[in-house]
Every structure is written in structure tokens, then in C-alpha cells.
């Protein structure tokens, strides 16, 4: 290296934590640990029809084959989204990775990781690219609807621990119709084996 050239620190960071990473694409990345076998986790996240009892967010999953799904979620302003997702690849009880099918509304990937962690259970971590529709002023308009994917991902992630765990989410709506109007499930819809 000649004296000329300066010397910079790359950040060897992952890219949904770096610092300096410019991605085309919006990342998210979460993780939380759950006191349930990570098969059982895998098979609810699985069924993705399911996962409209922890995600706040999905108004409906309309399952069009068994690795081809239609998702339609609330966006900023009273809006709705819809997209097809279709499984690309898994790994039965450790992983599901997905895609938007070509010209969805929201383009997006993803990958769930079911991770055993010993005593504490399984560790589910989740990463997310997707294209916020309007770019970077979509993006600062759902974070101020609370509709960004970062904090929906935390927040549902959360929400599927709470209801693996303890067979329901903690709320606090006083009433079934508090609930229904924030469209908050209240427990598990079949008996855990």
C-alpha cells in the first residue's frame, strides 16, 4: 500500500447490524428464543395461514399450493397490500425461506431460522429484504404509522413467543370487542400435542 492510499476499516459486521452497508434493499433483521421445540415452531411458521394470529399487521394468508401463499397486510393510511409468496427452499424443522412472486406490491425475501438452544428452547431469528414501496419516504411514512417491517417483525416475533409459550397473547383490550376492532387473536386455535 503506498503512502497515498488511506487506509479505511471495512465493517465486517452483518449487514442487518452494519453501520456503513448501503443495500438496495431495506433489511430487518430480529431474534428471540422461545421454550418450545424448535419442530413445533416450525411446523406453526409452516402453515403460514397461521401466523395471522401473531402478525398484527395480516389481515388475511389464503394458501394458493402447499408452497404458494397469498398475503394481504394493512399499510399506512387505511390501506391494504397484497402479494403471492412462495417457499424457495426448507430445511424441515430448521429453516423456511420465501419470496415474492414477480410483480408483487411489496417485493420481498426472507429467511426463519429455527436454532436449538439448548435448555431455553429454540432460537427463531428472522431476516427480511423487501423494497418499501415509495422508497425512502414509504419507508419513514409506515415508520410513523407503525407499519414498518422492523418494528412489525419485532413486535410479531414477540407475539409468537408469547402465544407458543403461554397458548395465548397478553393484551390490553378489556373485551372481546377491544380485540376484535385491533384484530388481536386471542389463543392458540388447535391444542398443542
Avoid at 407499519?147 to 372481546?176: C, V, W, Y
Wanted: aromatic share 6%; proline share 4%; glycine share 6%.
Amino acid at each position: 500500500m503506498s503512502q497515498q492510499q488511506a487506509f479505511i476499516p471495512r465493517d465486517d459486521a452483518p449487514v442487518t447490524a452494519s453501520k456503513d452497508a448501503r443495500p438496495a434493499r431495506a433489511l430487518v433483521g430480529e431474534a428471540v428464543t422461545i421454550d418450545r421445540p424448535a419442530q413445533e415452531l416450525f411446523d406453526f411458521w409452516r402453515d403460514q395461514t397461521r401466523l395471522v394470529e401473531v402478525m398484527e399487521n395480516v389481515v388475511s394468508i389464503e394458501r394458493l399450493a402447499d408452497d404458494r401463499f397469498r398475503w394481504t397486510v394493512k399499510a399506512p393510511m387505511g390501506r391494504e397490500v397484497s402479494w403471492e409468496s412462495l417457499i424457495t427452499h426448507e430445511v424441515p424443522g430448521e429453516e423456511i425461506s420465501w419470496q415474492s412472486a414477480d410483480g408483487a406490491e411489496i417485493d420481498n425475501s426472507g429467511k426463519i431460522s429455527f436454532l436449538d438452544a439448548g435448555e431455553r428452547g429454540t432460537l427463531v431469528r428472522v431476516r427480511i429484504a423487501y423494497d418499501a414501496p415509495g422508497g425512502a419516504v414509504g419507508q419513514l411514512v409506515a415508520k410513523l404509522f407503525q407499519r414498518e417491517p422492523r418494528i412489525q417483525a419485532r413486535r410479531d416475533l414477540h407475539r409468537f413467543k408469547q402465544l407458543m409459550e403461554a397458548g395465548e397473547i397478553a393484551t390490553s383490550a378489556r373485551n372481546r370487542r377491544q380485540r376484535d376492532e385491533r384484530n388481536e387473536a386471542q389463543g392458540l386455535t388447535e391444542a398443542r400435542a
